[in-house]
Nanobody
Framework: QVQLVESGGGLVQAGGSLRLSCAAS????????MGWFRQAPGKAREFVAA????????YHADSVKGRFTISRDNAKNTVYLQMNSLKPDDTAVYYC?????????????????WGQGTQVTVSA
């Protein structure tokens, strides 16, 4: 079981940037895909981005493509989400998740461990 702890959320003005971090414990981190999801009030949890075990392959939702970038540092057991050109619609709780597969996947059923979430609020 992988334990995940997110950090880096906060309040930012529209057009600004934030970088989320997700620290993972567990010896299997470097062998599994990782992802970020988000959930806004009153809405379902939605996929944001995913990355394969070695970082070679990434997958971003259309709503964030060109603005957000997922990356990972296996030496530090950490996955990141760089968020640029933030919009008020990006306001949500952001969750880090670890997958049961090696590749980058957007299938929520592939993710077996979840962090507690970090709040991102973008003001207009």
């Amino acid at each position: 079981q992988v334990q995940l702890v997110e950090s880096g959320g906060g309040l930012v003005q529209a057009g600004g940037s934030l970088r989320l971090s997700c620290a993972a414990s567990g010896r299997t981190f470097s062998t599994i895909g990782m992802g970020w999801f988000r959930q806004a009030p009153g809405k379902a949890r939605e996929f944001v981005a995913a990355i394969s075990w070695g970082g070679r392959n990434t997958y971003h939702a259309d709503s964030v493509k060109g603005r957000f970038t997922i990356s990972r540092d296996n030496a530090k057991n950490t996955v990141y989400l760089q968020m640029n050109s933030l919009k008020p619609d990006d306001t949500a709780v952001y969750y880090c998740a670890s997958a049961s597969v090696e590749q980058a996947t957007n299938c929520v059923g592939d993710f077996t461990s979840w962090g507690q979430g970090t709040q991102v609020t973008v003001s207009a």
